[in-house]
């Protein structure tokens, strides 16, 4: 497999999620230390999605993440452009209407979700801001996103030891238990050229969200922000 390069080609990184599809949330539960876990349940208290209301979960992957919103009586629709994770999902959560696609280029009307939420996946796609447009296109008016997304820590020393982990220490824990371990050198690449919170809210904003804040998970490690579509 060619790992993907940072200016995340699609087609690259579609494929390299396809090879790593199997394991992805059991070498994602090793590496987070479990910590993914409890991310994941304040990204569904954030989302607050209720009976009847249209989610769109994008980067879902195998649709782990859109199990919250399913059990809440929402419609969640699981929206990923690996072919590989989505066929992975579609064997354990057949109900789910999984669908392929492209953030920068949704196949979604105008105006057709409550809530839009995308979890470790925004740093994938190749254009952040047009990715932003878009989920802001399809969402209703009064709708919301938020975004679940590594950021950078704000304390000193631990965002010394946290970067000293993801270049030195994740590596060699991928090779142990992940299918394709060249994935993660290049996902944790990706989390160091991240933007910090601030710099993410400020494009939230030139894509047309308003009322956008965040607030930081473990330190800073993951940040949660939030916005809203103007009514």
Same mark, same amino acid.
């Given at each position: 497999?060619? %790992?993907?390069?940072?200016?995340k080609?699609?087609?690259?990184?579609?494929?390299?999620f396809?090879?790593?599809?199997?394991?992805?949330?059991? !070498?994602?539960?090793? +590496?987070?230390?479990?910590?993914?876990?409890? $991310?994941?349940?304040?990204?569904? &208290?954030a989302?607050?999605?209720r009976?009847?209301? &249209?989610?769109?979960?994008?980067a879902?992957?195998?649709?782990?993440?859109?199990?919250? =919103?399913? %059990?809440?009586?929402? @419609?969640?629709?699981?929206?990923?452009?690996?072919?590989?994770?989505?066929?992975?999902? &579609?064997?354990?959560? /057949? $109900?789910?209407? @999984?669908?392929?696609?492209?953030?920068?280029?949704? /196949? =979604?009307?105008?105006?057709?979700?409550?809530?839009? !939420?995308?979890?470790?996946? +925004?740093?994938?796609v190749q254009?952040?801001d047009?990715?932003l447009?878009?989920?802001?296109?399809?969402?209703?008016?009064?709708?919301?996103?938020?975004?679940?997304?590594?950021?950078h820590?704000? $304390?000193?020393?631990?965002?010394?030891? #946290?970067?000293? @982990? +993801?270049?030195?220490?994740?590596?060699?824990?991928? %090779?142990?238990?992940?299918s394709?371990?060249?994935?993660?050198? #290049?996902?944790?690449?990706?989390?160091?050229?991240?933007?910090?919170?601030p710099?993410?809210?400020?494009? +939230?904003g030139?894509?047309?969200?308003?009322?956008?804040?965040?607030?930081?998970?473990?330190?800073?490690?993951?940040?949660?922000?939030?916005?809203f &579509?103007?009514?």
């Amino acid at each position: 497999m060619t %790992r993907a390069s940072l200016d995340k080609q699609p087609h690259e990184v579609a494929s390299m999620f396809d090879d790593v599809a199997e394991r992805y949330d059991l !070498t994602n539960d090793v +590496l987070s230390l479990g910590q993914d876990r409890r $991310w994941r349940k304040e990204v569904a &208290k954030a989302v607050d999605a209720r009976p009847a209301q &249209k989610i769109l979960d994008l980067a879902a992957g195998t649709g782990t993440s859109s199990l919250p =919103f399913a %059990r809440t009586g929402a @419609y969640v629709v699981p929206c990923d452009f690996s072919q590989g994770m989505l066929q992975v999902g &579609k064997q354990r959560q /057949p $109900w789910l209407p @999984y669908t392929a696609g492209d953030a920068t280029r949704l /196949p =979604f009307k105008n105006d057709t979700f409550d809530a839009v !939420t995308i979890s470790f996946g +925004l740093r994938n796609v190749q254009d952040t801001d047009a990715g932003l447009r878009e989920m802001l296109r399809v969402t209703r008016p009064g709708g919301r996103i938020v975004i679940c997304e590594f950021s950078h820590p704000t $304390w000193a020393p631990l965002r010394t030891v #946290y970067t000293e @982990y +993801l270049m030195r220490a994740l590596p060699p824990v991928a %090779r142990a238990v992940s299918s394709s371990p060249d994935a993660y050198v #290049y996902l944790a690449e990706s989390i160091r050229a991240w933007p910090d919170q601030p710099a993410l809210a400020e494009r +939230l904003g030139k894509a047309g969200w308003s009322r956008v804040a965040w607030r930081n998970l473990s330190g800073g490690i993951v940040a949660l922000h939030r916005g809203f &579509k103007a009514e």
